[in-house]
């Protein structure tokens, strides 16, 4: 069993940042694909950014060149650095893993962006 524990969200203005992290339970997290989802309110839950467990990235046309997803192996955590911050950017962010055959996710950590 895995279990994600995000941190790292608040409010803050356009323009600013936030780094959220996600720390998963379990060596195992080193070997499995993460990443990070977000789900604003009325809308479908979206890919943000995604990390293999080699350091190859992913991201959405909407966060390329503002955001950095990345990992530390030894503590078994995955971050995501969030720069020049709007408010579409507002959102529930859910940190994900992949352990084939199950995907896991963390409990989602509130990320609001507002003057």
């Known amino acids: 069993q895995v279990q994600l524990v995000e941190s790292g969200g608040g409010l803050v203005q356009p323009g600013g940042s936030l780094r959220l992290s996600c720390a998963a339970s379990?060596?195992?997290?080193?070997?499995?694909?993460m990443g990070w989802y977000r789900q604003a309110p009325g809308k479908q839950r979206d890919l943000v950014a995604t990390?293999?467990?080699?350091?190859?990235?992913n991201y959405a046309d909407s966060v390329k060149g503002r955001f950095a997803i990345s990992r530390d192996n030894a503590k078994n955590t995955v971050y995501l650095q969030m720069n020049s911050l709007k408010p579409e950017d507002t959102a529930v962010y859910y940190c994900?893993?992949?352990?084939?055959?199950?995907?896991?996710w963390g409990q989602g950590t509130q990320v609001t962006v507002s003057s």
């Open positions: 994900y893993l992949v352990l084939l055959p199950r995907t896991y």
């Open positions: 379990g060596s195992i997290a080193r070997f499995s694909t």
């Open positions: 990390i293999t467990s080699g350091g190859s990235t």
